[in-house]
C-alpha cells in the first residue's frame, strides 16, 4: 500500500486531508476528538521528517457559504495542543491569506485552513477548486477516512494534481487493513451485527455479509420489518411496510446459504418514545398495539452474547435500541462489554463508525476493542462492496 511510511517529507509542504469534523457542543466545545487524536501520528511523522503541513478538512454541514458555527477555529486551540505546535490559521481555505500563510510555512509549521464545505465547490467535486486548493501545497496525503466515501474536491478530485507525489495517511493504512481483513480473511466464526433504525439503509451490507458472514445479529428498529414479514405483532414499533418483501427474501437467502440470522426474541417495549416512558419486558412478536420496542430484552442480550463469545471474529454496526435514551441503552451496552470481552478472549472485533463508535466512546471501551473505526458511511459503503472515490484517486 502506498503510505506516508514510503517516503521522507524533509522541506516538503504536505497537503493533509484530515476529517476533523468532530462533534461540537452548544459552548462550541469538542466532545469526542477521536477523528482528530486518530490523525496525529501521520501529521508527527510529516513534522518529524522536517516537513511542514497544511490542514484541510471540513466541519458539519454548512448550506450557505460561511458560518461562524461552523469555522474550524474554534479546534485550532486543541490541534495546538495534541500536537504541541502553534497551529496558525487561514480565515478562508482558498485567496490570498491562504496562500501567502502556507508559502512562507518553515519545517515543522502547521497551517489549518477554514472549513472546505463554505465553499459549494468542495462537495461538487470542482475540477478547479481542487486545483487551487492543490496550489498550496506539493505533496497530497489522504487520512480522511470518514470522508472517503465523497468524491469531493479535496478528497478525491485534487488527487489528480499530484499524479506522483500521492499517499494513504497511517490513519487511512490502518482502516482498509482492519476493514480487509475483516472482509478477505476473516477467523471463523465471523458474526456480524446490524443495528440502527432501518433496514432501507443497512440493506446492501446485509447482502453482502450474507456472502462472507456465519452469523448475522440483527437489532434496533429494523428488527421489528422481520418479525412483522415473519407474522409477529410488532405494535407501533418502527416498521417499514414496503420491506417486508426484502425481509423475507434476506431471511430465504441466509437460510440457502446457512448463514444464521438472530432475531431479538424479546424486546423493551414502551407506550411513547420517551425516556419517561412506562416500559415492560414482552416478546418482540407478541407487541400490543400502542407499545412499541424500543430496545432488545434479556433474553436477545443472553443469546447474543453466547453468539458473541464464540465468535472469531466479529463487526458491529448499529446500536440495538434508542441507546441516547438511558432506558433503552442496556441491550446496546451489553453487546459493547460483550464485544469487549470476547477481544479479551482473542476476537478481532471491529466496530463501525457513527452510532455504535458513540456507544463504544459512551461507555469508555474503546481501549478493550480491536479497533474503532473513524469512518461511518465510510466503513458502510466499503463493506457493500464499493470502490470508495478517496481511496481510488490515491491508488490510480
Ligand atoms: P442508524 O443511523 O440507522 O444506525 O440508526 C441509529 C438510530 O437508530 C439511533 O439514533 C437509535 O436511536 C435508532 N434506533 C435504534 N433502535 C431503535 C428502535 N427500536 N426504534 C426506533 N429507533 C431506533
Not at 36 to 46: E, M, S, V
Not at 230 to 237: D, E, K, L, T
Request: hydrophobic share 40%; with cysteine; aromatic share 8%.
Amino acid at each position: 500500500m502506498n503510505t506516508i511510511n514510503q517516503y521522507n517529507f524533509l522541506d516538503k509542504r504536505v497537503l493533509v486531508r484530515v476529517d476533523f469534523n468532530v462533534p461540537l457542543d452548544e459552548n462550541l466545545t469538542i466532545t469526542d476528538d477521536s477523528r482528530i487524536t486518530a490523525a496525529i501520528p501521520t501529521l508527527n511523522k510529516i513534522l518529524d521528517d522536517g516537513g511542514s503541513i497544511v490542514l484541510l478538512s471540513h466541519l458539519g454541514r454548512p448550506k450557505n457559504g460561511p458560518n461562524s458555527k461552523y469555522s474550524l477555529k474554534h479546534i485550532v486551540a486543541h490541534i495546538s495542543s495534541l500536537l504541541k505546535v502553534k497551529v496558525k490559521f487561514a480565515d478562508d481555505c482558498i485567496g490570498q491569506e491562504a496562500f501567502e500563510l502556507s508559502e512562507s510555512l518553515k519545517s515543522g509549521e502547521v497551517l489549518l485552513l477554514e472549513n472546505l464545505r463554505f465553499y459549494k465547490e468542495e462537495e461538487n467535486g470542482d475540477l478547479i477548486f481542487a486545483e487551487t486548493l492543490s496550489k498550496l501545497g506539493d505533496f497530497y496525503v489522504n487520512d480522511a477516512f470518514g470522508t472517503a466515501h465523497r468524491a469531493h474536491a479535496s478528497t478525491a478530485i485534487i488527487a489528480r494534481f499530484f499524479p506522483n507525489s500521492k499517499c494513504f495517511g497511517y490513519l487511512m493504512a490502518k482502516e482498509i487493513n482492519n476493514a480487509e481483513l475483516v472482509i478477505n480473511n476473516p477467523k471463523r466464526p465471523f458474526t456480524a451485527i446490524v443495528g440502527g433504525a432501518k433496514i432501507s439503509d443497512k440493506i446492501v451490507i446485509i447482502e453482502n455479509l450474507l456472502n462472507i458472514a456465519d452469523h448475522i445479529i440483527i437489532g434496533g428498529g429494523m428488527s421489528y420489518t422481520f418479525i412483522k414479514a415473519m407474522g409477529g405483532a410488532v405494535g407501533n414499533s418502527l416498521l417499514e411496510i414496503d420491506k417486508l418483501k426484502l425481509a423475507t427474501e434476506i431471511l430465504d437467502r441466509a437460510t440457502q446459504k446457512g448463514v444464521q440470522i438472530h432475531l431479538p426474541m424479546d424486546s423493551v417495549i414502551a407506550d411513547e418514545f420517551s425516556n419517561n416512558a412506562k416500559t415492560i419486558n414482552c416478546l418482540s412478536n407478541e407487541i400490543p398495539d400502542g407499545w412499541m420496542g424500543l430496545d432488545i430484552g434479556e433474553q436477545a442480550i443472553e443469546a447474543y452474547k453466547t453468539v458473541i463469545n464464540t465468535s472469531s471474529t466479529v463487526l458491529w454496526n448499529g446500536p440495538m435500541g434508542v441507546f441516547e435514551m438511558e432506558k433503552f441503552a442496556g441491550g446496546t451496552r451489553a453487546i459493547a462489554f460483550a464485544l469487549a470481552n470476547a477481544t479479551k478472549n482473542g476476537s478481532f472485533t471491529l466496530i463501525g463508525g457513527g452510532d455504535s463508535a458513540a456507544a463504544i466512546h459512551q461507555f469508555k471501551l474503546e481501549n478493550e476493542v480491536s479497533y474503532v473505526s473513524t469512518g461511518g458511511g465510510a466503513l458502510l459503503e466499503y463493506f457493500e462492496g464499493k470502490i470508495l472515490p478517496g481511496i481510488k484517486a490515491i491508488q490510480s
